[in-house]
């Protein structure tokens, strides 16, 4: 059994940022990145909106980058899975793929996992057309035409980014109504360049290389359907995300799913137990605040250590 005085679940912008200011504290942080180092970041190109790059920086050289930043300072980063948490009693029990763990705080920076249709040709264009941010990947499709697939309040509000970027929008909705609120239903209405597609459905991706059109499914009733193809440069996925909180279910969590924290901290309702990212994040999902959020992880970690004589 090894004992660590704080343990970091899950990598990305939020956990190795977490084991830089835990580091430097000379915490002696423990880090398990999962199966994906990096976290959702990697499956992007060029980040264009992460402060001090002016001129982008491809997403896993950033993540690589802060990696190497947490180790040089002494982290003890492992590749692998935490396989169980038991959060009964402190210090925490954690088995790894590495063994077992004892730690006297924990941080969960697991992050959310962007729901997709479930295409083969989605992870074959993965970062070649497929995205599921348009904040993150907008910027690309500049007088370029895209589609956004989703029907509630986030997918509009995908359309409406993509829409001053793009030259065409689809919104392609499986059903013949939107599930958004009537302010952003309102907002759709008045824009100029974007195209609802209701009763419509992906089934397949198609295109050389980088993604050229999809094939669509049009359900004009029970037993009347055609196929319809749209020429896009980028689709864009706005079916919500599923937080990765499968390990932690004494950790409070809201409707949606996400870690509840108290106020403006990293604290759960479980003392010694802090979150960061996008696995408390319903709203932002950037990597920039993902990255403050690990920051401020750290801090409560270590004054929490501190009040409790264990620094």
């Given at each position: 059994?090894?004992e660590?005085k704080?343990?970091i679940?899950?990598s ?8 830089i200011?835990a580091s430097?504290?000379?915490?002696h942080?423990?880090?398990?990145e999962?199966m994906?180092?990096?976290g959702?970041?990697?499956t992007?190109?060029i980040v264009?909106n992460y ?5 982008g920086?491809?997403g ?6 802060m990696r ?5 300072f002494?982290a003890d980063i492992?590749?692998?899975?935490v396989n169980?948490?038991d959060?009964s ?15 006297e705080?924990i941080i969960?920076a697991t992050?959310?996992?962007?729901r997709?249709?479930?295409?083969p ?5 993965a970062?070649?057309?497929?995205s599921?941010?348009a904040?993150c990947?907008?910027?690309f499709y500049?007088?370029?035409r895209?589609?956004?697939?989703g029907?509630g309040?986030?997918?509009i509000e995908?359309?409406?980014y993509?829409s001053g970027l ?7 909705v499986?059903?013949?109504q939107?599930?958004?609120?009537s ?5 759709l ?5 974007i195209t ?9 991706l ?6 050229a ?15 319809v193809?749209?020429d896009?440069d980028?689709f864009?996925?706005?079916?919500g ?7 932690f279910?004494?950790?409070?969590t ?7 924290v108290k106020g ?5 309702n479980?003392d ?6 996008d696995v408390?994040?319903p709203?932002y999902?950037?990597?920039i ?6 920051c401020k992880?750290?801090k409560d970690?270590?004054a929490?250590l501190?009040?409790?004589?264990t620094?």
């Amino acid at each position: 059994m090894t004992e660590t005085k704080i343990l970091i679940i899950g990598s990305g912008p939020a956990g190795y940022t977490a084991a830089i200011y835990a580091s430097r504290a000379n915490l002696h942080p423990v880090l398990f990145e999962g199966m994906q180092p990096g976290g959702q970041l990697t499956t992007t190109t060029i980040v264009e909106n992460y402060p001090g790059y002016p001129e982008g920086i491809d997403g896993t050289q950033l993540m690589m980058q802060m990696r190497e930043q947490a180790e040089k300072f002494g982290a003890d980063i492992h590749f692998g899975n935490v396989n169980s948490v038991d959060l009964s009693s402190r210090p925490f029990k954690v088995s790894t793929d590495d063994g077992d763990f004892m730690a006297e705080a924990i941080i969960i920076a697991t992050g959310a996992s962007a729901r997709y249709l479930g295409l083969p040709d989605e992870e074959r264009f993965a970062g070649r057309g497929v995205s599921a941010c348009a904040t993150c990947d907008g910027f690309f499709y500049r007088g370029k035409r895209v589609a956004v697939v989703g029907g509630g309040d986030t997918a509009i509000e995908e359309a409406l980014y993509l829409s001053g970027l793009a030259s065409q929008v689809y919104l392609i909705v499986r059903r013949n109504q939107l599930r958004a609120s009537s302010v952003m239903q309102q907002k759709l209405s008045e824009a100029t360049n974007i195209t609802v597609l209701y009763e419509h459905e992906t089934v397949a991706l198609q295109g050389d290389g980088a993604l050229a059109k999809a094939v669509l499914k049009y359900h004009k009733g029970l037993a009347d359907e055609q196929t319809v193809e749209i020429d896009i440069d980028g689709f864009f996925l706005a079916i919500g995300h599923t937080p990765n909180t499968s390990l932690f279910p004494s950790v409070e969590t809201d409707s949606q799913g996400y870690i509840k924290v108290k106020g403006s901290t990293s604290l759960t309702n479980v003392d010694g137990v802090f979150a960061a990212g996008d696995v408390c994040d319903p709203l932002y999902r950037q990597a920039i605040t993902a990255a403050a959020s690990g920051c401020k992880a750290a801090k409560d970690a270590e004054a929490f250590l501190m009040m409790n004589n264990t620094k």
